[in-house]
């Protein structure tokens, strides 16, 4: 079993920078690393969407609508995720959440919610 636990959430002005964390728990060996990772997040009223996924090749995935902007990143030996948000808009206000999954094939859709078999609570980003 996987625990996630997010943190790095906070208001911020238009044009600012946040940094999310992402801390992963569990799983027989020490430092357990899933298949994927990723971040998604969901405006209120709207769908959740992905936003940045990472694999355990360090392949990276980003979403049109935040590329040039938003970087993913992982240290391994933390088993923690980041999501670094930069030149922020208020468009990018939502619930973000962490996602890690154990299926093997999961880089094919990482960007996918039914990719996923693990969540963080979420952390919210205001931007005004």
């Known amino acids: 079993h996987v625990q996630l636990v997010e943190s790095g959430g906070g208001s911020v002005q238009a044009g600012g920078s946040l940094r999310l964390s992402c801390e992963a728990s569990g799983g027989t060996y020490s430092h357990y690393r899933p298949y994927c990772m990723a971040w998604f997040r969901q405006p209120p009223g709207k769908s959740r969407e992905g936003v940045a996924a990472?694999?355990?090749?360090?392949?990276?995935t980003i979403a049109d609508s935040v590329k040039g902007r938003f970087s993913i990143s992982q240290d391994n030996a933390k088993n923690t995720l980041y999501l670094q948000m930069n030149s922020l808009k208020p468009e990018d206000t939502a619930m973000y959440y962490c996602?890690?999954?154990?299926?093997?094939?999961?880089?094919?859709?990482?960007?996918?919610?039914?990719?996923?078999?693990?969540w963080g609570q979420g952390t919210q980003v205001t931007v005004s």
């Open positions: 990472i694999d355990t090749r360090g392949s990276v």
């Open positions: 996602a890690a999954s154990s299926r093997y094939d999961c880089a094919s859709a990482s960007l996918m919610t039914i990719t996923y078999n693990y």
